[in-house]
């Protein structure tokens, strides 16, 4: 004997499999859509169902583009500095990086950081592609502007070994304190990186 | 100039349309399910697509039902004791009373609680159709099962009153302390509830 009608369970499986959705959660979403009018779940559905189709790669810094689109805007800005690259894992880093509006350079999206645990080799990130684009683009810089985690720390080191004796500076984010919080809270790894990059004033 | 491809965007606006999904959580969902291949986005869309259509409620008990069924499964066994009746605010407090296997009569959802905050009065909700139940069906007791918060109160409160005096007892939930909850942690007014409550060993 069921509980819940088979259409609402659907819908609480289908949340479900979202990062960080546990079957609680999923029945709050699910219930909150079915006892509105149909308009929001419909919305959302067809937004789903078109995203895919929606939505493809630029092909030079594999930032996401609408579906067709060859290159990101990001790239093609003649206002952008192509000579100067931040490498990120993911596509979403970059809007993390836009909302800084302290950049002007281009980007390089990895698809992900170099995870044994995970699977994730170095050879599955589009690694070449930035080497290439470094001869191409005649590129100075390169930002490693990974996450400060091992994952981030070791896809760093890995490309700047493969990036070897070319004529361009490499660079990373700056670790050390977060804005906002008491030298107490730091923790030790974080004081250190702190310490290490400290800055005459 | 756009940073994200116009089908993304909409599934990150409707995604936070959600209760409690912020401008964050709705960017994490969306890009877990542009990341993957498009089944698993597909596959919510189309059990978005269909829950309307498939939900209904039971006409006795107004919990959901698939569509077309007249009454709930939990109604109409014949093992569950249509004289005692618990009595809920929402569809899904029948799933949270049902996992406890603890209760073998049937329910009455009033798809609400009464609210003058958020303009919820007791008429929009189905008490009518509860009185209605008493009389129908020969209800010996209910279990006013709502939350135990100031509208869960207020509720059974004016529920209380409608029932007058009909041949029916009415209960409630017991307050008390939660399991595993030191007594230390719980605060006054439960903890005043539990003294109130007190049972004999």
């Given at each position: 004997m069921s509980i819940l009608p088979p259409a609402l369970t659907d819908v609480i499986e289908a949340l479900g499999?979202?990062?960080?959705?546990g079957p609680r959660t999923a029945e709050r979403y699910a219930y909150y859509l079915v006892r509105n009018d149909s308009t929001k779940a419909q919305k959302l559905a067809s937004a789903l169902q078109d995203m895919h189709a929606g939505v493809g790669y630029c092909k030079k810094t594999y930032a996401l583009v609408p579906?067709?689109?060859?290159?990101s805007d990001l790239y093609t800005d003649?206002?952008?500095?192509?000579t100067l690259v931040a490498v990120v894992a993911e596509p979403f880093d970059i809007v993390a990086l836009e909302k800084t509006a302290s950049f002007n350079g281009t980007y390089h999206v990895l698809g992900g950081l170099v995870s044994p645990i995970d699977g994730?080799?170095?050879?599955?990130?589009?690694i070449a592609e930035l080497i290439q684009r470094i001869d191409d683009d005649g590129v100075q810089e390169i930002i490693?502007?990974?996450?400060?985690s091992v994952e981030g720390e070791s896809t760093a080191l890995y490309i700047q070994k493969q990036i070897g004796d070319r004529p361009v500076q490499v660079t990373r984010l700056a670790r050390g304190l977060p804005i906002g919080v008491d030298l107490e809270y730091a923790d030790q790894i974080t004081l250190t990186r702190a310490l290490e990059g400290r800055q005459t004033l």
């Open positions: 499999t979202l990062p960080g959705v579906a067709g689109q060859e290159l003649p206002r952008r500095d192509k994730v080799g170095p050879e599955s990130l589009r490693l502007a990974t996450n400060a």
